[in-house]
């Protein structure tokens, strides 16, 4: 780390009064540890805390980049919905909660997704955002989520999706409850096609859609340390009047009960996908040849 460019200089030009290079936040506080990280560095290390290990969110583009070969992926453009179609209103209008979580992440809504490759092998990616109302389920990102899947079966891809919810979006009430089985179906249409899908669950998914398409894939993966689960873990106490044991709803403690087929981070999630779809597209992994070898001259 260059401490003299990203952190003496920025000082001496604020105490200078000169326009300041760097976000306020360029220190991130680790929540397992308290240790500080540059955020620079946080950002190259793919958002895991080099101390702990403990996972950070990740922006959905960043997630596709880390995913697609080279980074490079052709963005699937989502429907339009009808915004506020029930004119909700709690202690704000949901009109207004809906413009500040777009001013704040930049995206229309919860949803991303992209066509691209992963070590050659052609798929689809989509990528649900905590960050935009909790990754909450309305009707755009159900119509997202349709649209994706349906994008991949057009093309004959396998479908990843990387799940990041707390349930249905009260705002919407029934109209959100709705795209849990619109949703289904499409997984179906998926499994119809003959093509693989994965589901990776992140930090947390719970709620709603650990009844719907988060628990239907046909291989589930959890980067470590996600909380994963319908109901808050007090709310199963209060009903059950039991003490849950210590790491309930953890991503290891599915894996150790079967819920979850393995627990992979964050730095082996690409390879660990990649084999994966090859596996199930019977499609034959790509070796690497040096060049100047046998091989590489008869390639040529």
Not at 68 to 82: C, H, K, L, T
Not at 165 to 187: C, H, I, K, N, Y
Not at 246 to 262: I, K, N, P, S, W
Request: glycine share 8%.
């Amino acid at each position: 780390m260059n401490w003299i460019k990203n952190f003496v200089r920025p000082k001496i030009r604020s105490i200078l009064g000169v326009k300041r290079e760097v976000p306020d936040n360029m220190w991130i506080k680790d929540p397992e540890s308290g240790q500080m990280v540059f955020y620079k560095d946080l950002e190259a290390n793919q958002f895991v805390m080099p101390g702990s290990g403990h996972h950070m969110r990740m922006a959905p583009d960043l997630r596709l980049k880390s995913m697609f070969d080279d980074g490079e992926f052709d963005r699937i453009a989502m429907p339009q919905v009808a915004t506020d179609p029930l004119k909700f209103r709690d202690e704000r209008k949901y009109a207004d909660r809906l413009k500040e979580a777009r001013v704040k992440t930049g995206a229309e809504d919860c949803m991303l997704a992209g066509h691209g490759t992963i070590d050659g092998l052609a798929v689809t990616v989509a990528v649900q955002d905590f960050a935009f109302m909790g990754g909450s389920l309305g009707m755009a990102a159900g119509e997202a989520i349709i649209t994706a899947m349906r994008s991949a079966v057009a093309r004959r891809e396998p479908f990843v999706f990387f799940v990041s919810s707390g349930g249905a979006r009260m705002q919407e009430g029934v109209l959100s409850l709705m795209q849990l089985p619109r949703t289904t179906v499409a997984v179906q249409e998926l499994r119809q096609a003959r093509l693989p899908y994965i589901v990776v669950l992140t930090h947390p998914t719970t709620g709603g859609v650990t009844a719907s398409y988060a628990m239907l894939g046909d291989v589930h993966i959890s980067e470590p340390g996600a909380l994963i689960g319908f109901a808050g873990q007090r709310v199963i106490e209060q009903t059950i009047r039991e003490k849950l044991p210590t790491g309930f709803q953890r991503a290891e403690y599915l894996e150790e009960h079967g819920m979850v087929d393995m627990v992979v981070p964050r730095h082996e999630m690409r390879p660990t996908v990649g084999r994966i779809l090859r596996i199930l597209m019977k499609s034959p992994a790509v070796m690497a040849v040096e060049p100047g070898t046998a091989l590489a001259i008869a390639a040529q």
